[in-house]
């Protein structure tokens, strides 16, 4: 009798799951999305599974309904655990399918926590105390937690536990390990797989609002012509919508300030190196000799341009001291016709622009270079074993952790996060490449519509494959090419149209770069305290007290106060830091080619 009532109770559940799965291909009032009608696919949604054994947990059942692989921590049992995240953001909507999904499977919960206020406080005040999150994103900010002995040692974990993590990282394996010689960093970003796909630059740019390129017809030659655009189109629109119009903004709040000091770099030709000049961008067997990007002649012309321009008004003074979240709301408004800055970086400023459908206030990027220059803008993607994610040394199951990360790099899950459920977010078509219904490419064009419905926090925050599946499709559905064009807005397929261009880079002449594998140097930390570190440091804080003032100093002082700063910059000791990243340069040759 006991064994009879399991089965039922077991089947019971089942029922409830199917029903609710069905119960979401429908619509109630336009907010959840409808399947795709199965006329159109080439293989229908994940079939209900089959009656479960009497041992089954809910957890196998939902990973058997969405077709994702079995995993034991279905029956293990629940934990949470918290992450912090350096930047400012929302959590997920509890009510995400996706997410949902994965915590029931996993019996894992993941608390995200985003940034309020300033991230150095905040790390000084992590660091002072010990205190921190279970898992952590710092960028290029975690160096100090490895060097204090705060993290947990990931190596021999993955090795034991984590086969799948282990196999996703082995190409870059020796590349990982800190300078003890022990791995303490995921990395979440930079790790190519299979195919790569590029309809959409997401790193350094000028961007330029798309009414402006709507009104003149095409992109801007050179950045006297970027410019006079801008003046152009302030001069006839004074106000956008009852804001006064802003001509260009520079965000400068701290590690942020890549915004102000990057441009004259790619203006150059370079990529996107960080703190020194390699002599030879293709050095890939030779660790290249290193210069300084601050005292290069073509430096001084860049700011010196900025300064002109903020005399003509087309840079706010207000602009060099907004915070982060004021430079986001400031893009929302849609008033601001340029910048230059990495999209990840003000993307959400676009999403309110997005979601009220005023697409001519969005941006496209031009890779704006000096005469005779070629751009190098565009990155292959390269692995920086500076951007992953790191795990308390005090977190409460190390081994659950490891196994939840191993869990999400398998192909299947990482689709599941990415793309959504099948039959409901996608489907796969005749030829086996992955479409979206209309409704579904409308209701994910909005960033924050993604947050609440797909798993794209996992995504972003979890080391995941990036490129292309074993199948071909590729990991995103912005990756996906016919997805992308298929996606595209009314408005922009009529401007792309217009402008001679099929994507988002279509104005940009950069050809994608395959970079040496000490690239970039911005990935190099050094031990605080260290010759290179105090360097570093320096040179930050000259820059930080002279740049914005040669942006809005009188013109005629700009020369001046330019010799001022190249005198200030030759008492940083900065050769201690280019020698450390030619050393650090050589270290990764080697660890690379086991030399």
């Known amino acids: 009798m006991k064994k009879s009532m399991k089965k039922i109770i077991a089947l019971l559940v089942v029922s409830i799951l199917i029903l609710g799965i069905l119960a979401a291909c429908g619509t109630d009032d336009g907010g959840t999305p409808t399947a795709a009608p199965t006329s159109n696919t080439g293989s229908t949604a994940t079939a209900a599974p089959e009656p479960p054994t009497e041992n089954q947990s809910e957890g196998q059942l939902l990973a058997e309904q969405y077709g994702l692989p079995y995993t034991p921590l279905s029956e293990a049992a629940p934990i949470e655990f918290s992450y912090f995240i350096r930047d400012p953001g929302t959590p997920p909507a509890s009510t995400n399918p996706v997410i949902g999904a994965i915590e029931t499977i996993t019996n894992t919960k993941i608390d995200f926590e985003y940034l309020v206020g300033d991230l150095e406080t905040k790390i000084s005040v992590m660091l002072a105390s010990g205190d921190w999150n279970d898992f952590a994103y710092f960028g290029g900010e975690a160096r100090p937690f490895m060097d204090s002995g705060l993290c947990l040692p990931l190596s021999d974990l993955m090795e034991q536990h984590a086969p799948n993590l282990r196999s996703h990282f082995s190409p870059w394996w020796e590349l990982m390990k800190h300078t003890d010689g022990e791995i303490y960093t995921a990395e979440i970003y930079s790790t190519p797989t299979g195919r790569e796909y590029i309809n959409e630059h997401w790193g350094t740019c000028f961007w330029m609002q798309k009414d402006v390129l709507d009104h003149f017809g095409r992109a801007p030659a050179d950045l006297d012509e970027y410019f006079d655009f801008i003046r152009e189109y302030k001069e006839l629109n004074p106000t956008i919508d009852g804001v006064p119009t802003i001509g260009f903004e520079v965000l400068t ?24 000049l390699p002599d030879n961008q293709l050095s890939m067997d030779k660790a290249s000799t290193i210069s300084s990007r601050w005292t290069q002649d073509w430096t001084k012309p860049y700011y010196q341009k900025l300064n002109e321009e903020h005399h003509n008004g087309l840079i706010n003074a207000e602009s060099l001291t907004r915070s982060y979240d004021d430079y986001l709301a400031t893009i929302a408004s849609g008033a601001v016709l340029g910048l230059s800055d990495q999209l990840w970086n003000f993307n959400n400023g676009m999403d309110p622009l997005r979601a009220e459908g005023r697409w001519e206030r969005t941006m496209l990027p031009i890779d704006l270079t000096y005469p005779g220059v070629t751009p190098k803008y565009l990155d292959q993607r390269a692995f920086t074993g500076s951007n992953g994610v790191i795990l308390n040394k005090n977190i409460s199951d190390p081994v659950r952790a490891i196994q939840y990360m191993d869990y999400l790099i398998q192909e299947p899950v990482n689709r599941f996060i990415s793309w959504g459920i099948e039959g409901v977010n996608w489907y796969f078509n005749a030829e086996g490449r992955i479409e979206r219904p209309q409704e579904q490419r409308d209701l994910q064009s909005e960033m924050k519509w993604q947050d609440d419905n797909l798993g794209r926090t996992l995504y972003n925050q979890f080391p995941k494959m990036q490129g292309s599946y074993a199948d071909g499709n590729a990991t995103t559905a912005g990756d996906q090419p016919e997805e992308y064009f298929a996606g595209l807005q009314p408005y922009d397929k009529e401007l792309f149209a217009k402008l001679g261009i099929k994507n988002q880079t279509g104005l940009m ?10 690239y970039p140097y911005w990935s190099m930390a050094f031990e605080d305290g260290s010759p290179a570190n105090l360097a570093d440091q320096r040179v930050t804080d000259i820059n930080d007290r002279y740049l914005t003032q040669l942006i809005i100093c009188p013109a005629n002082q700009f020369d001046s106060l330019w010799d001022e700063y190249q005198t200030a910059l030759a008492g940083t000791g900065e050769r201690d830091l280019l020698d450390a990243m030619e050393e650090m340069s050589q270290a990764r040759l080697d660890a690379a080619f086991g030399n």
Not at 254 to 269: E, K, L, Q, V, Y
Not at 509 to 518: D, G, L, N
């Open 509 to 518: 002449r950069s050809v994608p770069a395959e970079w040496p594998v000490y």
């Open 253 to 276: 709040e701290g590690w942020r300030r890549f915004c102000r000091d990057n441009p004259p770099m790619f203006m150059a030709g370079y990529g996107n190196w960080g703190g020194g």
